[in-house]
């Protein structure tokens, strides 16, 4: 839930950095959602990246 909340932070600064897009004017604007939705992507996939898998995979 954390990675969601930050990645979509980090969507908008992206957003307003990259594009000029001042998100909260346009909450309900669906490139505010595109943008959230990258950012949390792109965390997750840092996240990811960065622990790994740590399962374990044995087979009983």
Do not use: E
Request: charged share 15%; glycine share 16%.
């Amino acid at each position: 839930m954390l990675i969601g909340i930050v990645g979509g932070l980090l969507g908008g600064w992206l957003g307003k950095v990259i594009f000029g897009v001042d998100s909260i004017d346009g909450f309900f604007d669906l490139s505010t959602w595109i943008a959230a939705v990258v950012g949390s992507l792109i965390l997750l996939v840092l996240y990811r990246l960065v622990t790994g898998n740590r399962r374990s995979h044995r087979h009983a």
